[in-house]
C-alpha cells in the first residue's frame, strides 16, 4: 500500500513537471504509465488522469492569470462546447470495449508527437490576418495580450467562430472519453480555425482545461472509476512536480525539452495501439 | 451595447487577478486535505472501510470524514479539487454581473448548469 503510494507520487512529480513543460495536460503521461507499465484497468487509469488534468490545469493557470494574456470570454463562450462534449465523452467511456480506448489513446499520442513536431519547425510568432467576424464582434470574442518579447499590446480579432466551437465540442469529447486535458486540440480549435495567436490559444486553452475535466470528472467521481490510493498521491506529485517544472522551464529551453520528449511519445502511441490491436512482442 | 467599448484590460485583469487568487486556495485547500487523509492512510495501513470499498455518495464521505476514516478524507479532497474549476465558473459568473456584461453573465451561468447536469448524471448513474 506504502509502495503504491509512493509509486504514484513520483509518476505525479514526473507527470507535473512533463505537464508544465510541455504545455500537455499530464494526462496522457499517466494512463500509459499505468496501463502498460502498471497494469491496471484502462478505466481507473482514465479515472485518476482526469483529476491529474484539473491539478495541472489549476496549478498552471495561477501563473498564466498574471502573465495576463488569456481571454476569458473565448474560454466561457467555448466552454459550453467543451462540457458538453466532456459529458458525453465519458458517458461513453463506461460503454464502450476498451480495446478501442486503447486505440484511440494511441491515435493521439501519435498525433501529439505529429504537433509537437509541427510547433518545433514553426518559427517566431506571425500575427495572422483576420476579416472582421460579424458572431466574434457581437460575442466581443476580440482581445488583446501583453507581448512580453516586443513588450507591447497586441490587439487581435478572431473568426470562423463556428468551426472553433465544433472542434471545441470533439475536444471536449476526447477529454471526457480518455481522460485528457485535450490541450493539443484546443490549441487547435483556436490557433488554427479561428486565427487567434498562439500565446493567449495556449493559456485560453489551459485555463479552459480544468472546467472541461471537471465536468467529465464528477461524472466519473459518482461511478467509481477514481481510485483514491491511486488518483490522491498522483494528484499531490503533480501539484509540487507542476511548481518544479515552472521553475525548470525557466532555465531550460522548451525546443531541447521536445526534441527529447517527441520520440517517447510517439513509441508509447504505438505501444498503446498495438496494445489496442492485441498485438504482442 | 455597452456605452464603452466592452470593457478595459485592466478591468478584466482585475477579475482574472481575483478569479486567479480564488483557484490558488481551492487548490491549496484540496491538497491539505488530500494530504492528510493519505498521511492518516499511510500512519494506519487501513483505509477505513472493508476490502477494496471507495466510499462515493456525498453522505458517506462525510460521515467517513467525520469518523477519520482515510479514504472518506481522500475522496472528499479529490472532491475539492473537482470543485475548484467549477468554483471558477461561478466566481467568473459574478464578475461579468460586476461588469454588467448581461450576455456574458449569460453564457457562464450556463457553463455552470452543464455542469451541474454533469453532477446530476454522475449521482444517478
Not at chain 1, 490587439?155 to 486535458?181: C, H, K, R, T, W
Request: hydrophobic share 55%; proline share 4%; aromatic share 10%.
Amino acid at each position: 500500500m506504502i509502495h503504491t503510494a509512493i509509486i504514484m507520487l513520483a509518476v505525479g512529480i514526473f507527470a507535473g513537471i512533463a505537464g508544465a513543460i510541455l504545455g500537455i495536460g499530464g494526462g496522457m503521461i499517466i494512463t500509459p504509465i499505468l496501463t502498460l507499465g502498471m497494469g491496471l484497468n484502462i478505466k481507473y487509469a482514465i479515472g485518476a488522469s482526469i483529476i491529474a488534468v484539473i491539478a495541472t490545469s489549476s496549478g498552471s493557470t495561477i501563473a498564466y492569470l498574471r502573465d495576463n494574456v488569456l481571454n476569458l470570454r473565448v474560454a466561457m463562450f467555448l466552454e459550453i462546447a467543451t462540457t458538453i462534449g466532456a459529458i458525453v465523452g465519458a458517458l461513453l467511456t463506461g460503454v464502450l470495449d476498451p480495446k478501442y480506448l486503447y486505440l484511440l489513446f494511441g491515435c493521439l499520442l501519435v498525433f501529439s508527437g505529429w504537433n509537437m513536431y509541427r510547433k518545433l519547425r514553426r518559427g517566431s510568432e506571425v500575427l495572422q490576418r483576420v476579416e472582421p467576424d460579424k458572431i466574434a464582434a457581437k460575442l466581443k470574442l476580440n482581445g488583446t495580450y501583453f507581448d512580453k518579447a516586443e513588450m507591447k499590446d497586441i490587439d487581435y480579432q478572431v473568426e470562423n467562430v463556428p468551426a472553433g466551437f465544433s472542434v471545441m465540442f470533439g475536444a471536449g469529447v476526447a477529454s471526457g472519453l480518455l481522460g485528457i486535458g485535450s490541450g493539443a486540440f484546443k490549441v487547435m480549435a483556436l490557433d488554427t480555425f479561428m486565427k487567434m495567436p498562439l500565446k493567449p490559444s495556449s493559456s485560453t486553452s489551459n485555463l479552459m482545461m480544468g472546467v472541461t475535466a471537471a465536468a467529465s470528472a464528477t461524472v466519473y467521481f459518482f461511478n467509481g472509476a477514481i481510485l483514491p490510493g491511486i488518483a490522491v498521491p498522483m494528484a499531490l506529485g503533480i501539484l509540487g512536480g507542476a511548481v518544479i517544472g515552472s521553475r525548470i522551464m525557466q532555465v531550460l529551453p522548451a525546443r531541447w525539452i521536445r526534441i527529447v520528449f517527441i520520440p517517447i511519445i510517439l513509441y508509447i502511441g504505438f505501444e498503446m495501439l498495438f496494445k489496442g490491436l492485441g498485438v504482442h512482442f | 451595447m455597452a456605452p464603452k467599448p466592452a470593457t478595459t484590460a485592466r478591468e478584466m485583469a482585475q477579475v482574472e487577478t481575483i478569479i486567479g487568487r480564488i483557484l490558488q486556495v481551492g487548490v491549496i485547500f484540496s491538497a491539505i486535505v488530500m494530504l492528510i487523509g493519505l498521511a492518516l492512510f499511510l500512519v494506519t495501513g487501513y483505509s477505513g472501510y472493508e476490502g477494496d470499498f471507495v466510499p462515493r455518495q456525498m453522505g458517506m464521505i462525510l460521515a467517513g470524514t467525520w469518523q477519520l476514516k482515510p479514504y472518506a478524507i481522500m475522496m472528499l479532497g479529490v472532491y475539492c479539487l473537482i470543485l475548484t474549476p467549477v468554483l471558477r465558473v461561478v466566481v467568473s459568473i459574478y464578475a461579468f454581473y460586476k461588469e454588467k456584461d448581461h450576455l456574458y453573465v449569460a453564457i457562464t451561468t450556463l457553463v455552470l448548469i452543464i455542469l451541474l447536469i454533469a453532477l446530476a448524471i454522475g449521482v444517478k448513474g
